[in-house]
């Protein structure tokens, strides 16, 4: 089976993908991502040819951007759909990323079957262009479907490329701190700030993402901060956490679910990463901080839980079992009969 998966921007779209395409059993993988989007190195290091579009970047508000920018929505259409009939795979997989709707669309008008992996709790724009069309539809958790009402829903979890083990502990507690890919500027001045005080609790590991969203902080002990760096090493990093403070990406929330690993969540305010933090504080496997209340109050609950050692076995456990396993599987399942 030829695969061609579609995804970037952010990384948020791009990394379940590529837990999926370590295992899809495909004989042959392209990616269409963005031409200035983090993702080309990640899916590179892969072994997967990437190629860049110059994607029209949907808003659900009309701004004179808009305007300047809506010839990129023939063009990307165009150039998606030379890529996608030179290829010609078998099925399109997209996780959610605006660089995935004229790609799908070019498929669709090939004949080629499309599936949406849907991540969020809240389908962002993209996926709801590109819902109806679609052959199949992932979602993650049963609760997903209230939102998401089309007969070809199947909730198969989310791909990760994470897998559950033992690591040993440091002496001391670790705190990690996730910028994300392209960096949480808020939480990056969190720890800017609160630096001193939270290494009064533990070592802190900070994951800044993007350099141009960083703060500068190399000189202290026990304090290690790493920028756009590795899969592999930002893996490690969650590895040796006793918590993990994180915004509400479903993809870096799905890998802590498989790592079993007790985290804050603190929400981009007025999105959709809303909704997927209330959805593991309501099912007990997550507690969420409001980035309205402010550095301190984010500070106070990473203290008062790594001191709870009864609320972090419960968180624990709680968001070790929020999703089904074997994700990747079922999904290669479904693939197979929509390939029949």
Known sequence: MRILYTGGGTLGSVTPLLALAEKDGATDRLWIGTVDGPEKDYVTKQQIHFFGIKAFRLRRFFTLKTILEFPRLFLSYYQAKKIV????????????????????????????????????????????????????????????????????????????????????????????VVGGGTGANWLNRFVGAYVDKLLALGDVIHIQGNKDRSIALLHKSNYFTYFHESRERVLSSFKKADIIITRA??????????????????????????????????????????????????????????????????????????????????????LAEIHE
């Open 85 to 176: 009939k030179d290829f010609n795979p078998d099925i399109v997989i997209t996780a959610g990323s605006f660089v995935g709707v004229p790609v799908c669309r070019a498929s669709k008008s090939l004949g080629i079957p499309y599936v949406v992996i849907q991540l969020d709790v809240r389908p962002g724009l993209a996926n709801r262009i590109l819902f109806s069309k679609a052959s199949l539809i992932v979602v993650p958790h049963k609760d997903f479907t209230k939102k998401v009402l089309y007969p070809t829903v199947r909730v198969c979890g989310i791909p990760v490329s994470v897998e559950k083990g033992f690591v040993s502990h440091s002496q001391r507690p670790v705190i990690v």
């Open 249 to 334: 990406g479903m993809g870096t929330l799905s890998e802590l679910a498989v790592l079993g690993k007790p985290a804050i969540i603190v929400p981009m305010p007025e999105s959709h990463q809303d909704d997927n933090a209330h959805f593991f504080v309501e099912h007990a496997a997550a507690v969420s901080v409001n980035q309205r209340d402010g550095f301190e109050q984010l500070f106070l609950c990473a203290k008062e839980l790594l001191k709870n050692y009864k609320k972090q076995r419960n968180l624990s456990n709680n968001i070790s079992h929020i999703f089904p396993e074997n994700s990747v599987l079922q999904i290669r399942n479904a």
